[in-house]
């Protein structure tokens, strides 16, 4: 029986974490990052692997940081025949990557070589893109730069978010996995170099990313708000409060106001003016301090002094 150590952490790695499991191969333990506090009471919360390799009755090991750790001597003395990991969120250091006998497995949501690194999801669909999909590849010291052995795309919608492509690239991931292996295990993989030309790179959303910049197109600022759907949540600034927007759609309608100008308020949305002389619905927000909110609420609400003419910075 082939053995094997998964490194997880996020709810993307779940299902495949569970298909190991059912398909019987050896689990001899599952690394992913430590209780992180989550919520306003900041409350210690394992990992969605964590949670489920608990389920399963699999041995966990948490590093904080791998590298010359107490948990990578644990690791390398499991002597495990492969190691696979899915968003793990952080480089395995060389010696891990050399021990396994079969080598180290990374399912990467993306066509690499396209968008290396801890973003991909939310790159492709800022970006704009119509086309994603998973990577089954060789792990290497640089950033997911080894050799590919298997991918698969999918499409993506004009109505998907990070969120809702997270759990089907999750699935896609799962399945590419489960051909995959056995390919691995008998020697009959595909092992093709990355082309360096075609590089590109989708690093960790940063703070700034993460507001939105009027002056860019309604469409880009859609990709922008389904991209960091459900998380980190664009955001943008009015009457110096921030305010997190969370869903909204171009407007059909152009208007020419100033760039971020309140131009026209429904009952069900409040529509501001993007760059491009198209504007944005914005529909579902957060004011600072509050709930998630539709607009009709808001607008009942916390934003009834919101006139025609108002300023988003």
Known sequence: MTSLVFMGTPEFSVPILTMLHEEGYSILAVVTQPDRPVGRKKVLTPTPVK????RLGLPVIQPEKL?????LDEILSLQPDIVVTAAFGQLLPKEILDAPKYGCLNVHASLLPAYRGGAPIHQAVIDGQTETGVTIMYMAQKLDAGDIISQQAIPIEQTDTTGILFEKLSVVGRDLLKETLPTILNGSNERIVQDESLVTFARNISREQERIDWSQSAQNIYNLVRGLNPWPVAYTTLKQENVKIWWGQPSEQ?????????VELKVDRLIVQTGDKQAFEITELQPA????????EFLRGTGSKLQIGDQFE
């Open 254 to 262: 152009n208007y020419s106001q100033p760039i971020g100008t309140v």
């Open 67 to 71: 590298k010359g750790s107490p948990e």
């Open 289 to 296: 301090g509050k709930k998630k909110m539709s607009a009709e």
């Open 51 to 54: 949670k489920e390799a608990l």
